[in-house]
């Protein structure tokens, strides 16, 4: 039996594949490469020593998922593939909402025409909306304020729908925080398609000469130093908690949800001046106005991931900028090195 991991060559997917390989699972791969390169797929094989299936197409082509469905025997589906830049789905609602929607509407009547009846879901804290205290937990009332953040409300309420409908479903909801860092071996990582929009990407462009300055949005919120706080969480740590969301979902029925962050809220300033001390580099910076949407503070409780699943972030800040400044120092452009 295999799980299957669409978005498999994404940033959080490709690093969740190496966990659970690690850990003796087989998987299976799916991707269209629409924000990913066909390059990772060696890469994961060069880290872990082993070998698996791969299948190029979209979650929204049902004959493609048919194949992959009958070929492969599948117990699990973890739900990577989907668009997430914020600012563009501003821009191209349609496109957000029929990939991340369609896709996963069609993904689900597959998984239910093939029995495949466990899945594990790509949430986001942007799901906490712009109203609610930190830190967040699992109960607090949703919203969202951009096309981005309704597909990830929607497509946790589908799925949670299609658990009360049916006992046999197992679904566990995941909301990642702030995901930053790479695996150690510097040979995967996040993959930012044209000028970042996240803050650790436009750092280390920063920081390589790429871009000429960070723009620090706002520094008039009420946080210590006044610029943004949030719950920023290694990949590695994750892609640890995939694997233990993965053991609870295979051994419980229903919908369930898990914040996944470190419960540690850290400043904008915070970011660039323990990257600077950890990498010996200067990040030059300029104060601008807030950014549109954003909000002061947003971390994690999470207490309830640590106690139902086992599982807790292990890594420290330090860590994720060191990983994040070699992943960019030995891809200068990314998987065409
Ligand atoms: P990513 O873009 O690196 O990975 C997504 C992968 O899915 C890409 O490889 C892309 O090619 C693939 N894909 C997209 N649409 C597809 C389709 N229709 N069929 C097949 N493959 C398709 O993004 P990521 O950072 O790894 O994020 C993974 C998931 O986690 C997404 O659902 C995202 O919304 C969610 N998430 C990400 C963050 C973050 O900050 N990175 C935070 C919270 C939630
Ligand atoms: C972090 C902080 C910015 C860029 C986004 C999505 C969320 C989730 C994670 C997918 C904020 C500040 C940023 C810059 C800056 N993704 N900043 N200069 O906004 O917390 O969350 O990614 O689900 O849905 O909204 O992350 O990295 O963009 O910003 O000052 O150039 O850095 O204002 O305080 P955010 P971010």
């Not at 929204?60 to 025997?73: A, W």
């Not at 210590?224 to 993965?246: F, K, M, N, Q």
């Amino acid at each position: 039996m295999s799980i299957l991991i669409t978005g498999g060559a994404g940033y959080i997917g490709s690093h969740t594949t190496v966990e659970l390989l690690n850990a003796g699972f087989d998987v299976v791969l799916v991707d269209d490469f629409s924000n990913s390169s066909p390059a990772v797929l060696e890469r994961l094989e060069k880290i872990t020593g082993k070998k698996f299936p791969f299948y190029q197409g979209s979650i929204l082509d049902t004959e493609f998922l048919d194949k992959v469905f009958t070929k492969e025997d599948i117990e699990l589906v973890i739900h990577f593939a989907a668009f997430k830049a914020v600012g563009e789905s501003v821009q191209k609602p349609l496109k957000y909402y029929k990939n991340n929607i369609s896709g996963t509407i069609t993904l689900l009547e597959k998984m239910k025409e093939y029995d495949v009846k466990n899945i594990v879901f790509s949430s986001s804290a942007t799901v906490y909306g712009t109203n609610n205290p930190s830190p967040m937990t699992e109960d607090m009332p949703t919203s969202a304020i951009n096309p981005y953040g309704y597909t990830k409300l929607m497509m946790e309420q589908i799925l949670t729908d299609v658990a009360a409908s049916d006992p046999s479903w197992s679904v566990t909801n995941l909301r990642y925080f702030n995901p930053i860092g790479a695996h150690e071996s510097g040979l995967i990582g996040e993959l930012p398609n044209g000028i970042p929009n996240n803050l650790m990407p436009y750092i280390t462009q920063v920081a390589i000469g790429k871009l000429p300055e960070l723009n620090v949005f706002g520094d008039d919120y009420p946080t210590p130093d006044g610029t943004g706080v949030r719950d920023y969480i290694h990949v590695l740590d994750l892609a640890s908690g995939h694997l233990a969301a993965v053991k609870y979902n295979l051994s419980h029925k229903g919908a369930e949800i898990f914040n996944l962050g470190t419960g540690h809220g850290y400043s904008v300033l915070d970011l660039v001046k323990t990257f600077e001390a950890e990498n010996k580099v200067t990040i030059p910076y300029r104060i601008q106005g807030r950014r549109a949407g954003d909000i002061a503070t947003c971390y994690a409780s999470p207490e309830k991931a640590k106690e139902v699943l086992g599982w807790e972030a292990k890594k420290t800040l330090k860590d994720m900028v060191r990983d994040s400044w070699r992943w960019q120092t030995t891809n200068p452009n990314g998987y065409e090195d």
